[in-house]
C-alpha cells in the first residue's frame, strides 16, 4: 500500500535554530513529491514540487531536497512566521489521474 | 494568481439536513478534489473529478454525494449530515494527465449538530 510518513510530528525552534523535517514514502511509481504550508484554519498553500532523486528547490528559508525514499524540507535560521504545519505529499500512478497521497503533517513552532 | 474559492469558511448544520458544499476554480483545470481534514488523521480524499459530469470515489466516499455540471465548479453534497462529519473540509484543483501540484481552497469548517 502506498504510503507517506512524516517527521516529526511536532518540532518546536528557537528563531534562528534551522533543522528539517523529513517525509518517507513508499508508492509505486513516483510522479512528483509536493510540499505545503497549513496554517491554521486555512487551506494549504504549495511550496515546491520535486521530481527526480537529487533534485534540490529554494525559497527563502526553505529548501526540499529528494531521494529515492525521502524528501526533506530544510529550514535556515528560521523565524517566528515560518511557524505552520508543512505537508507532503506524493503523486503516484495510481488511478485514472493518479493518487496524491499526503502525510500527516509536521507542526512547526518558532520561538523568539 | 490561482484561485479556488469555496463558498462558505464557516458552516453550522443540523444533523439530518442536506447540506452543499460548492467550490469553484478559474483555472480551466480538468481534476478537482474534495478533501476532508481531521487532526490525527491527516488529508483523506473524499470524491475527485477528472471532467464534467464524471467522478470517482476516493478513500471516504460513504455519506457523501458529489456534482460536476460545469468545468469550474465542483460541489460536495453531505445527503444526512451527521456529527461525525464535523470536519475541515478542503476543496482542490490541478491540471489533468500532468504531474503538476494541486492548488487548495481556505477551507470549509463544517459543525453538525
Known amino acids: 500500500e502506498d504510503q507517506v510518513t512524516q517527521s516529526p510530528e511536532a518540532l518546536r525552534l528557537q528563531e534562528g535554530e534551522s533543522s528539517s523535517l523529513n517525509c518517507s514514502y513508499t508508492?509505486?511509481?513516483?510522479?512528483?513529491l509536493f510540499w505545503y504550508r497549513q496554517d491554521p484554519g486555512k487551506g494549504p498553500e504549495f511550496l515546491f514540487t520535486?521530481?527526480?532523486a537529487g533534485e534540490e528547490k529554494e525559497k527563502e528559508r526553505l529548501k526540499a531536497t529528494l531521494t529515492k525514499k525521502e524528501s526533506f524540507l530544510h529550514i535556515t535560521a528560521p523565524k517566528p512566521e515560518d511557524s505552520a504545519t508543512y505537508l507532503c505529499?506524493?503523486?503516484?500512478?495510481?488511478?485514472?489521474?493518479?493518487?496524491?497521497?499526503f502525510g500527516k503533517g509536521t507542526k512547526l513552532s518558532v520561538k523568539p | 494568481d490561482v484561485k479556488v474559492t469555496q463558498s462558505s469558511r464557516y458552516l453550522v448544520k443540523r444533523t439530518g439536513e442536506k447540506v452543499f458544499l460548492e467550490c469553484v476554480q478559474d483555472?480551466?483545470?480538468?481534476?478537482m478534489f474534495w478533501y476532508r481534514q481531521d487532526p490525527g488523521l491527516g488529508l483523506r480524499l473524499i470524491y475527485f473529478?477528472?471532467?464534467?459530469?464524471?467522478?470517482e470515489k476516493g478513500d471516504i466516499p460513504e455519506g457523501y454525494s458529489v456534482s460536476r455540471e460545469k468545468k469550474e465548479r465542483f460541489s460536495l453534497i453531505l445527503e444526512s449530515a451527521s456529527t461525525n462529519q464535523t470536519s475541515m473540509y478542503l476543496c482542490?484543483?490541478?491540471?489533468?494527465?500532468?504531474?503538476?501540484?494541486?492548488?487548495f481552497g481556505q477551507g470549509t469548517r463544517l459543525t453538525v449538530v
Open positions: 482542490a484543483s490541478r491540471t489533468g494527465r500532468t504531474n503538476t501540484e494541486a492548488f
Open positions: 508508492v509505486s511509481g513516483l510522479r512528483g
Open positions: 520535486l521530481y527526480s
Open positions: 505529499a506524493a503523486l503516484n500512478y495510481g488511478g485514472s489521474q493518479g493518487n496524491l497521497i
Open positions: 483555472m480551466d483545470h480538468e481534476n
Open positions: 473529478s477528472y471532467d464534467v459530469k464524471m467522478k
